[in-house]
């Protein structure tokens, strides 16, 4: 019998709790709960590919650049995606390999730093929107940034000023081929981390940008072009619900596409928050996917078993 093959989606903001600092511990902490969920499915016939955010680490990565500027060069958004997919990668792929040994299960661990193609025409370059880096207090201090640099700088709720990028559609996983031979070979697989390092392809060469892929749009194109059975997207609730936080809030065992997009329509669903995960969750199920499974880190196993979370269907 075939193994059936999951992709999981974890958030960056899930691996740095509200209160911490996000030290490499604390993060390595936060990490166990959906290992041990990741172990669970693996004893159970499970292939496994897990993806994550990185937004809170790439920002610490590029305060720490700007700090440092005046000794050694800043580093490029795209390379500060690059190295966060490769320390998170690691501490994930540790942990992960730790509880196997525990469970005395013997497989293979690898992080594939992933490009994701985009389009140098997509109207996001536009009408950067998504805020990166460290703020600023005032203006003039991005004068050189914006003149040398182009950077587009903006006014973050009073907080100061904060540069914005470009959040394109992700197009093509450059690196998939890799990863679903790895798949093939029972390689636990960490991939496509932040969304993925956006690349853009000009006299059929690859080109990195500055820009920020939802890691949710990404990681449902993974899981389309790997052939994934199951997509599941760990997020900071069980359950999908209708009137979030409202006394009329209703909590949703099972979804169509179409009931989908009905609440979209109905505003139901916050635009950076659960509105992604939503319009993901539709894209794998309209490219082909099977089902999709939104739920908590620590109830992955248990909403695979049908215990809980949100399960949608086409």
């Given amino acids: 019998m075939k193994k059936k093959t999951v992709v999981i989606a974890i958030g960056g903001n899930s691996l ?97 730093v992933t490009q994701v193609l985009v389009d140098k025409n997509d109207k996001a370059f536009i009408n950067p929107t998504k805020p990166v880096g460290p703020f600023y207090k005032t203006r003039e201090e991005l004068a ?32 998939k081929n890799v990863i679903v031979d790895l798949i093939n070979n029972d390689v636990i697989v960490i991939a496509v981390g932040g969304g993925g390092i956006p690349v853009i392809e000009e006299n059929k060469k690859l080109k990195g940008v500055a820009a920020v892929i939802d890691k949710d749009f990404a990681s449902s194109l993974l899981a389309t072009e790997i052939k994934a059975d199951l997509f599941i997207i760990s997020t900071g609730v069980e359950k999908v619900a209708l009137n979030f936080n409202k006394p009329d809030m209703k909590l949703i065992d099972k979804m169509t596409v179409k009931e989908c997009k009905n609440y979209i329509k109905q505003d139901h669903f916050a635009k950076g928050s659960m509105l992604p995960k939503i319009e993901a969750s539709v894209k794998f199920l309209e490219n082909g996917g ?25």
Wanted: aromatic share 6%; hydrophobic share 35%.
């Fill in 16 to 112: 740095i709790k509200q209160g911490q600092k996000g030290t490499f511990e604390e993060q390595y902490n936060a990490v166990i709960d959906t290992v041990e969920n990741v172990i669970e499915l693996i004893k159970s016939g499970y292939r496994v590919v897990i993806t994550h955010g990185n937004g809170p680490q790439v920002g610490n990565v590029l305060i720490q650049s700007e700090a440092a500027k005046n000794q050694v060069p800043t580093i490029p958004l795209d390379v500060a995606g690059a190295f966060t997919q490769g320390g998170m990668g690691y501490m994930i792929s540790q942990v992960i390999k730790n509880h196997l040994e525990e469970h005395n299960l013997e497989y293979d661990v690898a992080t594939v």
């Fill in 144 to 175: 050189e940034k914006i003149e040398k640099e182009g950077w587009v700088v903006v006014e973050d709720a009073g907080r100061g000023y904060r540069r914005v990028v470009a959040s394109p559609k992700p197009l093509d996983i450059i690196e």
């Fill in 290 to 314: 099977k089902q999709v499974i939104i739920t908590s880190p620590e109830k992955i196993f248990d909403a695979v078993n049908n215990k809980t979370g949100t399960h949608i269907f086409p």
